[in-house]
């Protein structure tokens, strides 16, 4: 390793200190961490010797040493990353075959103290590891190998971090994400698809400032990358506060930049800091380049958080198994039965009312009290009434569907009398 502290590696290749102080800033900003911390980032960044890494690619397309490589034209990340001792990167490497093989067991017997290990894509477990092999061997057997002799064990991209892509759908491979082959040592994930390379870098700005890794969650996540929603630090948020929503791609609402969700976006579902971090040296994130987010950063992404362009039926808090749609419909069944049982008590109760009515017009008509009125009806109109005024045990009137109704009958009542 180079003996020269990362100030002067960077200096050398055209970094000012202003940029360097400007960069010491930001990653305090990608630690969450005050701005007052920036003065300890960048000394101990300037003094740091450089960290020798040995990156092994498994079961991957290849986009994370793609997000490490064109991370900018020359950001600062990338001139950070350019120093650290890249010992071994088989995409990186001008050897072939058994010297390859040799580059990295060499460069793991020259760090004794430790290296850095950053395995991309999954690890295959199918058909013994058969399905991706390095130099023969069972990627799985080599990473393995890498990471136990490792200060820690960086798994970047969402295929490290739980099979991702390659383990979705029940994957004929059987892909795991690196937790596997790590053991007891350090682990620290990265996920999305890429990872973002500033991210790789405060971790390891982290380390160098700290002398430990960051804090991680329960997933081996530094907190600083993955304890915020994306939705909360959206700028189309106020659309979405506002009910102002794209409901259809390049609609009105679309260009006028307002909240995606409608049309799919993941962002109240996702754990991740791509609107303030951002890709592209921070120009730019897919919301805000007008995509909705697919939740590329959390576990089990391509079928729990899919499909790309429709809404995810929110789960109910403390019941994993029912959502606020199912809340929902079933809210709109019971309100509908309620609303029927109300109908169907109000029709009996006008009914009641008009029936009653009718009686006591009757009896009016006839000269006769209620009761006698009663007397004067057929058997089979008398009939226990629970809601009568009868007394308790005595039969009172029910419904007389022959009745004419005294308001609008005309000519004489079924019993002969007159309606007035
Ligand atoms: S675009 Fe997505 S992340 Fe942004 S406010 Fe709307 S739902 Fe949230
Ligand atoms: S915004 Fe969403 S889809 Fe885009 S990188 Fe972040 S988590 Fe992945």
Redesign the pocket.
């Known amino acids: 390793m180079d003996d020269q502290g990362l100030y002067a590696a960077l200096v050398q290749r055209g970094m000012t200190r202003r940029s360097f102080l400007k960069f010491s800033t930001a990653m305090a900003a990608a630690l969450a961490l005050p701005v007052s911390y920036a003065p300890r980032i960048a000394e101990a960044v300037a003094t740091a010797k450089r960290l020798p890494v040995i990156w092994v690619r498994a079961q991957t397309c290849g986009g994370n040493t793609e997000s490490f490589l064109r991370a900018a034209d020359p950001s600062i990340s990338t001139m950070l990353l350019e120093t650290l001792s890249i010992e071994y990167h088989e995409s990186l490497l001008a050897s072939a075959g058994a010297g390859t093989e040799l580059t990295r067991t060499e460069a793991m017997a020259r760090y004794p103290e430790g290296y850095v290990a950053v395995i991309e894509g999954a690890i295959p477990e199918g058909a013994s590891g058969a399905y991706c092999l390095v130099g023969g061997r069972p990627v799985r057997d080599v990473a393995r190998e890498v990471c136990d002799g490792a200060l820690a064990t960086i798994a970047v991209g969402s295929c490290a971090f739980d099979g991702g892509i390659a383990a979705a759908n029940n994957a004929l491979t059987d892909a795991k994400g690196v937790r596997g082959v790590v053991g007891d040592g350090t682990l620290i994930t990265l996920p999305?698809?890429p990872m973002n390379v500033v991210n790789l870098t405060s971790v390891i700005v982290h380390y160098l400032t700290f002398h430990e890794w960051p804090p991680l969650d329960q997933r081996n996540r530094p907190l600083s990358v993955y304890g915020n929603l994306?939705h909360n630090e959206c700028e189309r948020r106020p659309h979405f506060e506002f009910g102002e929503f794209a409901l259809s791609w390049g609609d009105e609402g679309a260009q006028r930049g307002w909240c995606l969700y409608k049309l799919g976006c993941?962002g109240p579902e996702?754990m991740?800091n791509?609107p303030t971090a951002r890709y592209g040296a921070g120009v730019s994130?897919?919301?805000r380049a007008g995509h909705g987010?697919?939740?590329?950063?959390m576990p089990d992404f391509w079928d729990q958080m899919g499909p790309a362009y429709k809404r995810l039926p929110a789960p109910v808090p403390f019941l994993p198994n029912v959502t606020t749609d199912m809340v929902g419909a079933a809210m709109v069944v019971g309100v509908g039965a309620a609303a029927g049982v109300h109908a169907l008590g109000m029709g009996v109760r006008f009914k009641r009312r008009a029936r009653n009515e009718r009686r006591e017009a009757l009896a009016a008509a006839e000269g006769v009290a209620v009761a006698e009125a009663v007397d004067a009806l057929p058997p089979d109109e008398v009939t226990a009434d629970a809601a009568g005024t009868a007394p308790e045990g005595a039969p009172v009137v029910t419904p007389v569907a022959d009745v004419p109704d005294p308001a609008t009958a005309e000519g004489d009542s079924p019993t002969g009398a007159e309606v007035r």
């Open positions: 999305g698809c994306i993941k996702s991740g791509c994130w897919n919301v987010c697919v939740g590329c950063v």
